[in-house]
């Protein structure tokens, strides 16, 4: 095993080596990285599968939804990173496919996901509105493990910080921060690559895993209209997002501005996530919601599959 790389979380007198490489296979290195992505991913699949079977959906339009989903999903996240990085990849036009070297943003993804899901929706015809409100869960779960997969490539932490209890260090973060100085200081951030960082990837994925916690117990026991899982996940994790964003040194920026893309969207996505729950909540005291917009009462088991009471 070779490539490690030492950690340091000076609050809690932690220290040790940590790898990027899980095992090679056939040659080639696998790394812990693309594990932990693809296990949140499969964990996501499992949930809105099994939410799929309680609320009667078809199991072969979530398929369709999920091919759909997956292929946008990557895409628009590669393109979403590339379009605000666009100096570089102006120059380097041979390095847009090239993911495999990182460069995705979750923003992204999340919008091209939607647009590949309404694709799914139309062919496999499924209700899009319940599939908002399972995908809004999977999301949570994917956030929240696929940022642990940030922990091994010691990447998306955020700036100095004495005083944090889960403050971190390792050299890949001096070594990033030392290349990043004069960049990070154009937009008015000064950081100490000998000084620890926050942990800004373990913030998020506590952050999204207790907003999953939250939205599965609503979804299970109170949902009141379709649609309203999706809403409660823009608020929350924009929320969340909006305040981690801006202690990241990894952030995109609007143009020459010391905007932060992420941290603006978020903004705008709690507003209007919240002004249309808020909005649907009181059509929903009034008796006035659309029929459509009725949540689906979970399916029972069918009746081969229940236990047998014994005689």
Request: with cysteine.
């Amino acid at each position: 095993m070779s490539d490690f790389t030492r950690v340091t979380f000076e609050g809690l007198g932690l220290e040790f080596n940590l790898p990027s490489v899980a095992f090679s296979l056939f040659g080639h290195d696998v790394k812990f990285y693309g594990l932990i992505i693809a296990f949140g991913f499969g964990l996501a699949v499992l949930y809105g599968g099994r939410g799929a079977w309680k609320w009667k959906m078809s199991l072969d339009g979530m398929t369709d939804v999920l091919i759909w989903g997956t292929l946008f999903g990557i895409v628009c996240a590669r393109l979403y990173y590339v379009a605000f990085e666009w100096d570089y990849y102006s120059v380097h036009l041979n390095e847009i496919p090239a993911i495999w070297n990182g460069g995705i943003a979750i923003y992204g993804g999340i919008i091209g996901a939607l647009i590949g899901a309404a694709i799914g929706c139309k062919i496999g015809k499924i209700d899009f509105l319940n599939l908002l409100d399972l995908g809004a869960l999977g999301l949570l779960i994917g956030q929240g493990i696929g940022r642990w997969g940030n922990f091994f490539n010691q990447e998306a932490f955020g700036s100095n910080t004495t005083t944090a209890l889960f403050r971190m260090w390792s050299p890949k973060i001096q070594a990033t921060l030392q290349s990043s100085a004069e960049a990070l200081a154009e937009k008015g951030m000064t950081v100490n690559p000998d000084l620890p960082v926050h942990p800004t990837f373990l913030y998020e994925s506590v952050w999204c895993l207790l907003s999953f916690l939250v939205l599965h117990i609503i979804v299970t026991k109170f949902r009141k209209f379709k649609g309203e899982v999706f809403m409660l996940y823009g608020v929350l994790y924009g929320a969340e997002r909006m305040i981690v964003e801006g202690m990241r040194t990894d952030s995109l920026y609007i143009a020459n501005t010391t905007i932060r893309v992420s941290q603006l969207l978020s903004a705008i996505i709690v507003v209007v996530a919240l002004a249309f729950f808020v909005y649907f909540m009181i059509r929903t005291k009034q008796n006035k919601l659309p029929e459509r917009m009725l949540p689906i009462i979970p399916a029972e088991r069918p009746k081969s599959e229940k236990k047998k009471k014994a005689k």
